[in-house]
């Protein structure tokens, strides 16, 4: 007989030093009402696939898997990537676009007990060396053949002298394709194994994952410094997905159509796992309407969302023939005009908006809500369960409906506590939680109270981000970057209006008297390894940046200063 001791702790626990726990009262009450289910996300999804078989699972450019083949397909890469010697609760890093073999991808990883840790295809060395050490990444998924970049030479050059990536694992890559020395194909892995086999192996995995341990990492826009990790845990990352899909009224014969990167929080939640948790299918697109737009129409695509980039589509020369199948169209990002949600619903589709976050709270606009709400708000809490206030910023209190306030929240899918973030979390010098555990946003918003609903609209923000396009930009993050540079000695990234992507960076600087150009800053952040969409798109030298009369930068003048400019020149 073994005389080797039990485990005392679940092989996901290595977080649980840093986490902040849902209260176990709180999430007794979620599995008392049902709310919380008692499975991973990858039993869930296993689940899925037991009853709808043989309906479509995904389709993409590249192809399309039933239920049945997506689930044996992640089953063998799980077991394969189980084989390297991955164990349950390392983390890996996902850096993939839009394809069908990132869906296998993500289902396989949460197969083999590792956790997906969500960063951005355009994340360069600046944003992934931090990622990367914060967790402990023993993995790096990266996309063979992407534009630009070779993300593949990108992840041997990080995984050089860092302390604990030692897989590279490569999708996309053709079998014939020249990898790297240690990098793998991910279709490679399980091929030599029996699909009995690795279903046995993946559900011994599963038997060992508590469904409330951390399943996924995704990242916060963040308002201070370089962004948070977000851990979302397998049950309430489900039912996230579930109580979207519930509020929207989808079933198993919805076609779900997705554009935006499908490894961001609204991509996993709406398109792969809501799409998953009622038997329906993943439309998985790239962003670019030409390509998207066909096989959306192709597909026949009941249910699109539509974040701001894409609220153009609606001019596009597929949109009449897509709008005959469609019956729900969800906009997210920015104020929807009168003339936007018309033409959208023009052709008797529902529309309605989504206000979402990686951190948890989702808003949709009620099924039942009249024009009016669906148009000026973003509707309400998706969970009976959620508590969604206005708070006076600062404070614990509440402002009166109508008047704008910072957004706060508390229920079963928003966190706790940001992971290994003491200061961010309750008590620390800087919260982002008021001392009851409502998470604060950082959004401003004001409740609206239409045909008896209390429906949420959103009025701005506190937080100092720039949102180029659903991207979140950490303006203090870019500041302290470009003050490296040698030349500059203060900087202020403030929002610019930009009619396709809502905003986009502005620097106003000052220099030390020698000219600094964009080009040179742009020189500078490439240099220092930052992800592109950070970058400046335009450059103000001053002589001294606007401040407040008790000395604070004063980025509001700054931001109407600009807005002015681009009025005069007619870019607005
Ligand atoms: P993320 O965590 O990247 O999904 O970003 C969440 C943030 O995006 C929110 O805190 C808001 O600042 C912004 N956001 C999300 N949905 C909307 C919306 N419908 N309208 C305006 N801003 C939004």
Known sequence: MSTAPLPTRRPTARWDDRRVPFPAEVVAAYRDAGLWGTRTLADEFHEAAAQHPDRDAVVAAEGRLSYRELDRRADLVGAGLAALGLTPGDPVLVQVTNRLETVVAWYALLKAGLVPVATLAAHRGHEIAHISRAVGARAHLVEHGTRGTDLVAFAVEQAEGHPSLEHVLVLGAPADADLPAHAVRLDDLGADVDPDEARSRVAAIQRGIDPDDVAVFQLSGGTTGVPKLIPRQHAEYWYNARAYADVLGWTADDRVGHLIPVIHNAGITCGVHAAHTVGACLVLTGHELDTAMPLLVAERTTSVLFGHVHYRAVDHPDFPALAEHLRIVVLSGAKVSEELFAAVGARGAWVGQLFGMAEGLFLVTPRDGSAELRRTTVGTPVSPADEAVVLAPGTDEPVPDGEVGELCARGPYTLRGYYAAEDRN???????????????TGDLAAVRVIDGHRAISIEGRIKDLI??????????????????HPHLVEVALVAMPDPRLGERGCAYVVTDGTPVTLDDVRAHLRRLGVATFKWPERLEPVAALARTRVGKLDKKAMAGEITEKLRAEGAL
């Open 426 to 440: 309750a008590g620390g010098s800087q919260s982002a939680f008021t001392p009851g555990g409502f998470y604060r």
């Open 467 to 484: 949102n180029r396009g659903g991207e979140k930009i950490n303006a203090e993050e870019v500041e302290l970057l470009l003050l490296a």
